[in-house]
Each structure stands twice: as structure tokens, then as C-alpha cells.
């Protein structure tokens, strides 16, 4: 008789909880189903979207920075080449009364006189007061036969 008192006594729970408040499956719902859960709020999915714009183009400026200054190296680099190329025209069209020695420094003047080049050891600041010559660029002859400009140039 105790048992049946029991059971009956279970059938007769009452939940205090208006059924339309309680969940069967409470993990699934939208928001904290407890007091102690966390507090779960809905994505603001345009700021998300922003937020990853801003990502985003911060990025590709970075990287177009980056592409912006290997651009101007090469661009320099050219200019020097040509520079280069250009001077070592010079040389090879002027008077050159030696043989010159790679690696060693000579200096490529203009003739006050005429207007032809020449080439010479001797510097601008060694010639005294007065050099009959307009100084066009220092230079030192490399290994290839090109000429490296170290100063002036065209």
C-alpha cells in the first residue's frame, strides 16, 4: 500500500512553472535558459561585416604599400643603369690617353675648349685653382668593362 502511495503521490506533481516557460530541450534555445548561464547576445552582423571591410582594406593597403616600394626600387635601379650605360658611352666615345685598370677611380672631364671628353687620373680638387677642365663624373671601371658612376653623371 506504501508503493501505491508513492506512485500516486509522483502522478500528482504539479510543476509551478507555467508549461508555455519551460523547455524540452533547453541547450538549444536562443538565449540563457538559467540565472548562472551565460548571457548570449545577437550578432550585429553588420558591424561583423564592417569590422572584416576594415580588415580587409587594411591589408590590401599594406600590401599595395609594399608593391608602391618595390616598384620604386626597380625604377631607381633602372635610372642607375642607365645612368650608368650613358656614362660609359661617354668614356668609350673621349679622348682616353692610357689604359685604364679595372677597379681603379678616373675622372671624365669636359674641354672648356671644345666641348670633347676626356678622361683622366687626375681629380677635380688635385688640378689647383683653376682646372681647364668641367668636371662631369668620378667613376671607377668594373670587371664587365662598364663603368660604376660614384659621382655626377649625366
Given at each position: 500500500?506504501?508503493?501505491?502511495?508513492?506512485?500516486?503521490?509522483?502522478?500528482?506533481?504539479?510543476n509551478p512553472i507555467d508549461k508555455d516557460?519551460?523547455?524540452?530541450?533547453?541547450?538549444?534555445?536562443?538565449?540563457?535558459?538559467?540565472?548562472?548561464?551565460?548571457?548570449?547576445?545577437?550578432?550585429d552582423k553588420g558591424r561583423i561585416r564592417?569590422?572584416?571591410m576594415t580588415a580587409?582594406?587594411?591589408?590590401?593597403?599594406?600590401?599595395?604599400?609594399?608593391?608602391?616600394?618595390?616598384?620604386?626600387?626597380l625604377v631607381n635601379q633602372a635610372k642607375s643603369l642607365?645612368?650608368?650605360?650613358?656614362?660609359?658611352?661617354?668614356?668609350?666615345?673621349?679622348?682616353?690617353?692610357?689604359q685604364p685598370v679595372i677597379h681603379h677611380i678616373y675622372h671624365?672631364?669636359?674641354?672648356?675648349?671644345?666641348?670633347?671628353?676626356?678622361?683622366s687620373m687626375i681629380a677635380p680638387a688635385e688640378w689647383g685653382r683653376k682646372a681647364p677642365f668641367e668636371h662631369l663624373a668620378t667613376v671607377r671601371l668594373l670587371g664587365d668593362h662598364t663603368w660604376e658612376v660614384l659621382e655626377g653623371g649625366v
Open positions: 500500500m506504501a508503493k501505491k502511495k508513492k506512485d500516486t503521490e509522483q502522478d500528482a506533481f504539479v516557460k519551460v523547455a524540452e530541450t533547453p541547450g538549444l534555445l536562443p538565449y540563457a535558459h538559467t540565472s548562472g548561464a551565460a548571457v548570449i547576445k545577437p550578432e564592417g569590422n572584416a580587409m582594406y587594411d591589408q590590401t593597403d599594406r600590401q599595395m604599400e609594399q608593391l608602391r616600394q618595390q616598384m620604386e626600387t642607365q645612368n650608368r650605360m650613358d656614362v660609359s658611352e661617354m668614356i668609350y666615345a673621349a679622348e682616353v690617353p692610357f671624365l672631364y669636359n674641354r672648356k675648349s671644345d666641348g670633347s671628353r676626356v678622361l
